[in-house]
């Protein structure tokens, strides 16, 4: 006896592996306060990233000040480069929000045409005045803002933003509404007690 098989009788299963997620810092690294953060914010990556290896999760790292941002990172699980980079991050300078969002959507729709999960962490007080073209335009800044926060919302990318001010700032939190983000403040937070609330809120 012939056994026929038809198409139909063929079934592939592919395993969704949503546990391969992309965890993206986009640090502000501009301004004086941002030189009390830094070494917070270095200190929580480094604890995440060392927690990334059981979980899976890959780490990225865009920093932004002066006139634009830069992806100081690239997907990985390598603690000795993601220190090497962390270390190295300066501070001070204008604040390019706009030019963080571009970046941080143009990162994220690579990591999911991978098949990742990207979520991004944005570490700012909100206040952008740095233009797409590097200019100092306050205004245009925040038009280009409001843009690539719907578009990052239309690529639906879970985020969560982190006011690094001294105190709540209304700029981080209209910010936090218009990237439809987990909205912290976190006054006095060590590098230990801010990777605890990123890892609660992750998941």
Known sequence: NKIIITKDDIRIKQKEDKNQRVIIFVV???GTLALGRLAETKGAIEILLSEAYSKRDLVSLIAFRGKKAEILLPPTKSLVQTKKKLASLPGGGTTPLASALFSTLELTKKVKSK???PTFILLTDGKGNISLDGEVDKEKSKVETKKL?????????PSILIDTSIRPKKESKELSELLSSTYIFLPKANSHSLSKIISKELG
Not at 149 to 157: A, R
């Open 28 to 30: 502000d690294a501009s």
């Open 149 to 157: 926060c719907e578009l990052l919302i239309f690529e639906k990318i």
């Open 115 to 117: 098949g990742l999960f």
